[in-house]
C-alpha cells in the first residue's frame, strides 16, 4: 500500500477527546484526494446496492472483528456502533474492548436480531476508508466490477465514476485536485472505440466547436477538456462499453499511487460464506471478464442539448491537474507532483 494511505493513526492519541480525534480524522480526508474518492466510492455502492457489492459480501471480506480493530483509537465510533446495533447501554459499551463489542455485534446479526444490511450501514465510509485499508477497497472494487454487464444501471453509475475521477470537489465540500484530468481520460479511450462509439451528432458538435474556437479564437488551443465539456460522462458511460473503459481505471489506479491489479498476488475473493474470523484481504482481479463492445448501442443523446457555442472556460481547479499519473502529451496538467501541497 502507497505509505501516504496507510490507514490513520493518532500519535497523540488521548481517548477521551473525541471531537479531536474527529477534527483530526477530517483533516486527514481533506488533505488526500483518494480517501476522499475512496470514500465516496463506497458511499455511491452503498446507495446503488450493486448484486456484486453487497453487504453479505462486505461482512464476509471484513468482518467485524476486523473493523473494530480498525476503530480501536475511536471508542466514540465503536460505542456507537455496538449501541445501535446491540442496545448495550452507551456508558457501558464505550468501555469494552473492540474484541467484546465484535463479538456481541456478531451475536445479534448471526441470530438475525439485526440484519446484515443494517450492519453494515452502522459503519460510516468516511470512517472506514480513514481507518481502514483504502487500497485494498479499491481493488475489491476492482475485482468484483462486472466490466460485461450492460444495464441501465451500470452505465449510471460508471458516468458517476467518471465524474467523480474528474471532479474537484469532494464529500462535505472539500475541494481536491481532481484524480484525473480531461486528457487522461480522453486519451485513455482508444480512438478507434471513441469514433465508432460515440453518436455521430456529438462527434458533430465537437467538431463545430472546435471550429468556432478557431474562428472566435484562433490563438487559442482546442483541449481535451472542451471535448469532454460536449462529450458528457453519461454520454460516454451509455455509448462505450464498461470494457473499454478499463484503462481509465489502470490511470486513475496510478494516479492515486495504488499498486496495478497486474502486480497483486493471487489473493481471496469474496464469498458468500460466513467467515468472523477472516482477515482484512485484498482481491484478485476477476477473470475471464468479456471487453468485447455493444453491438448495436443505441443513442440516447438529444442533438438540441448540445451546446451552440465554444465551451467556456472552466475554472483552474477542473482543469488543470491530475494528481501524478503520466501525461501523455505533456499539457492539462501542473508541473506538480505533491498533491497534499496543492490542496493544502
Request: proline residues 9%.
Amino acid at each position: 500500500m502507497s505509505e501516504v494511505l496507510e490507514p490513520l493513526r493518532h500519535h497523540s492519541y488521548v481517548a477521551e477527546d473525541d471531537d479531536q480525534l474527529a477534527r483530526e480524522a477530517n483533516a486527514h480526508l481533506a488533505k488526500l484526494p483518494p480517501l476522499q474518492l475512496v470514500s465516496e466510492l463506497l458511499t455511491e455502492l452503498r446507495r446503488c446496492e450493486p448484486p456484486w457489492w453487497t453487504p453479505s459480501l462486505l461482512r464476509n471480506a471484513w468482518p467485524v472483528a476486523t473493523r473494530m480493530g480498525w476503530l480501536r483509537q475511536r471508542p466514540d465510533l465503536r460505542q456507537r456502533i455496538t449501541t445501535g446495533l446491540t442496545g448495550l447501554p452507551p456508558r457501558a459499551a464505550r468501555k469494552k474492548s473492540p474484541v467484546f463489542q465484535a463479538e456481541l455485534v456478531d451475536a445479534v446479526v448471526d441470530e438475525g436480531d439485526v440484519d446484515v444490511r443494517t450492519f453494515e450501514h452502522a459503519f460510516e465510509p468516511a470512517d472506514t476508508a480513514v481507518y481502514g485499508p483504502a487500497e485494498d477497497f479499491w481493488h475489491a472494487f476492482r475485482a468484483q466490477l462486472p466490466i460485461d454487464r450492460d444495464d441501465v444501471d451500470q452505465e449510471r453509475f460508471t458516468a458517476w465514476l467518471l465524474r467523480a475521477l474528474l471532479s474537484s470537489k469532494g464529500p462535505n465540500g472539500m475541494k481536491r485536485v481532481p484524480i484525473l484530468t480531461p486528457l487522461l481520460v480522453r486519451t485513455a479511450i482508444e480512438g478507434r472505440v471513441w469514433h465508432t462509439r460515440m453518436p455521430l451528432e456529438i462527434r458533430v458538435a465537437i467538431d463545430d466547436a472546435r471550429f468556432r474556437q478557431e474562428r472566435q479564437r484562433p490563438g487559442k488551443a482546442f483541449c481535451a477538456r472542451h471535448d469532454l465539456a460536449i462529450a458528457l460522462p453519461e454520454h460516454i458511460a451509455g455509448n462505450i462499453p464498461l470494457g473499454d473503459l478499463t484503462e481509465v481505471l489502470n490511470r486513475a489506479e496510478q494516479a492515486m499511487g495504488f499498486v496495478s491489479q497486474q502486480q497483486q498476488e493471487l489473493l481471496p475473493t469474496f464469498s458468500n460464506t460466513p467467515s468472523a474470523a477472516a482477515p482484512v484481504a485484498s482481491f484478485a482481479p476477476s477473470r475471464g471478464a468479456s471487453l468485447s463492445p455493444r453491438a448495436g448501442a443505441a443513442s440516447t443523446t438529444d442533438p438540441s442539448a448540445l451546446r451552440d457555442e465554444v465551451p467556456a472556460e472552466e475554472p483552474a481547479a477542473d482543469s488543470g491537474t491530475a494528481m501524478n499519473a503520466d501525461d501523455p502529451e505533456g499539457t492539462d496538467r501542473a508541473n506538480a507532483n505533491d498533491w497534499d501541497e496543492r490542496v493544502a
